[in-house]
């Protein structure tokens, strides 16, 4: 489980490690490019939304209210008589963009805090990570729901709720590397050298722990994704009309006696995107850790 | 042992002050003026003020939080703002529904998903190892309430085993079905988590020189698996489970409403919608004190599962 710094890295390091270690840890798990291929796909739908979509995703049809598939309603329509087909594809597009900007914040500041913690150590390190573990500690999705509904649900609140569950974890990940990595030869040289902290850490210390943030990145984009549909599903999403895959199947389950098939469509699209993330998360985990390396 | 357990019952006790700061701050940063929010845009001053009063917030600050510290330890939450009765009655009457949900779910999520890591770790890199962590991270994809939906659809719906609505405790045989399905769908999310660890750390040990010498000797396989082992292994495996129940708190809030299953997630999606400020505070101390208690107690079975722990 634990992801520790790299055992064996290059004696010169490449000219952009990152970018180096990243395809490395693709190719040594093909299935993680199957996840990266679902992701990529899912994105593209959604950012073509406004061009593929057979339908107004906000226009109601009153004569075709609870249609199962007919002409080019290819998912059939909801209670309001909307396309489901439509509202699935910008559906996409809140998922992700709520996703990616939660990870991405969290990922920052988590990494952040996690590599000063890392760097400095003594009891400015003890203090942050024990309030770190306590914030990990506290149930994050009861945080997040509190969060959203004090704020309101709008989508800046949304993804800052997700965001600030989610530092800790980030912090937790970015730590440990940082501090096996600072001990190692080329940290010294720079000191020497007369590099400045930040200088060490932006330049020489972050490449280094990039694929294992990375790789979190990807586990934790699908537990935002996962998050944000929660709420949604309790009914603190983004607000309705806007479609949202938790709204939808929210929407689908007052009506579950009747019609169950409405929750059906929404519910695997979820299930796609944060299967195709936590694939790619796990092949890319598996590839990094060094525990695991040289024993496929 | 003794210094490891008062050194740890140290940290709960600050972590719960820690935690119960933070409800405070939490509770406090929302723009606008909670008594605002709760009365809705067409309120008078007045009424505001009133119910500024009745809340405590027309106190100095450090006021509030003293009165808030003690009163959480004493157990005087406030008065829901809805019912009227005390948040702590409130909570106290639906907790057992919750605890049991939780408690069921575990043993599942525990009882399954152990063996089959351990299953998964011995059978590396063969049929049962691919085919456990396929569906392990499957299990881990689903968000719960669409799990819950999906076993509603097909168990209840569909076969007609088990009723749509949860939390009868007539008879043992209705307790059973109606706790069946929350509690499996909380289980098979956790067992997911849980194989995954157990497959881990179970790699980690079976390489260890010990387990080689047990070999060596003659050890018959299904001891050193399960003995010498898991026996090691599950030190980590204590570590997850205990942190797990952070998730699990979360996923049966979700399961609560799908299963319309009475319990503290019903309450704390009630007190959300009409913005019953005081049971919200309620409810969070709530969780924290689970949160610590369930450490305490993960600390203990430390101590009991490694016996190393007794020296530190």
Known sequence: MSLSVHNALPATPPRWPWLHNTIRAFNANKTSWLGLVIFVMVTL???????????????????????????????????????????????????????????????????????????YGGRFDIIIMQTMDMLLAFPSLILGLILVAMLGPSMTNIIL?????????????????????????????GRALGFSDTRLMVGHILPNIFPEILVMGSMWLANAIRTEASLAFIGLGVKPPIPTWGGMIREGFENILDSYWLVLSPSIAILVVVFGLNILGDGLRDAIDPKLKGER | MGAFLVKRMLFAVVTLFAVLTL??????????????????????????????????????????????????????????????????????????????????????????????????????????????????LIGLSFPPFVSAILLLIIFSLALRWFPVISGNRATPWAWFQSIM????NLGLIMAAYITRVTRSAMLEVMQEDYVRTARA???????????????????????????????????????????????LGKLIIGALNQRDYMMLQGMMVIYTLIVVVVNVLTDLTYALVDPRVKLS
Do not use: C
């Not at chain 1, 997700?162 to 080329?186: H, M």
């Not at chain 2, 939080?65 to 409130?90: C, H, K, N, Q």
């Open chain 1, 45 to 119: 739908l959604a950012v073509l939304a406004p061009w593929i979509a057979p339908h107004d995703p906000l226009e109601q049809n009153v004569f075709a209210k609870l249609k199962e598939p007919f002409e080019n309603y290819y998912l059939g329509t909801d209670y309001y008589g909307r396309d489901i087909f439509s509202r699935l594809l910008y559906g996409a597009q809140i998922s992700l963009v709520i996703g990616i900007a939660s990870t991405v914040l969290a990922l920052v500041i988590g990494s952040i805090i996690g590599i000063l913690a890392g760097w």
């Open chain 1, 161 to 189: 709720a997700i965001a600030l569950t989610s530092i800790p974890s980030f912090a937790r990940i970015a730590r440990a590397p940082t501090i096996s990595v600072k001990q190692r030869e080329f940290i010294d040289a």
């Open chain 2, 217 to 263: 000797k003659g050890v018959p396989w299904s001891v050193i698996v399960w003995r010498h082992a898991l026996r090691n292994a599950l030190i980590p495996i204590v570590t997850i489970v205990g942190l797990y129940l952070g998730i699990l708190i979360g996923n049966s809030v979700l399961t609560e409403i799908v299963f319309n299953r009475p319990g």
């Open chain 2, 23 to 136: 409800v405070f701050i939490v509770i406090r940063i929302v723009p606008g003026d909670p008594a605002q929010v709760i009365l809705g845009d067409q309120a008078d001053a007045t009424a505001i003020a009133a119910l500024q009063k009745r809340l405590g917030l027309d106190r100095p600050i450090w006021e509030q939080y003293v009165t808030f510290l003690t009163g959480a330890i004493r157990g005087d939450w406030g008065v829901s703002l809805v019912t009227g009765r005390p948040v702590i009655r409130e909570i106290l009457d639906v907790l057992p529904w919750t605890l049991e949900l939780t408690a069921v779910s575990m043993v599942l999520g525990t009882g399954i998903g152990v063996p089959l890591g351990v299953w998964a770790a011995i059978n590396r890199n063969r049929m049962p190892d691919y085919l456990t962590r396929i569906g392990s």
């Open chain 2, 181 to 184: 399905l929350p509690a499996l």
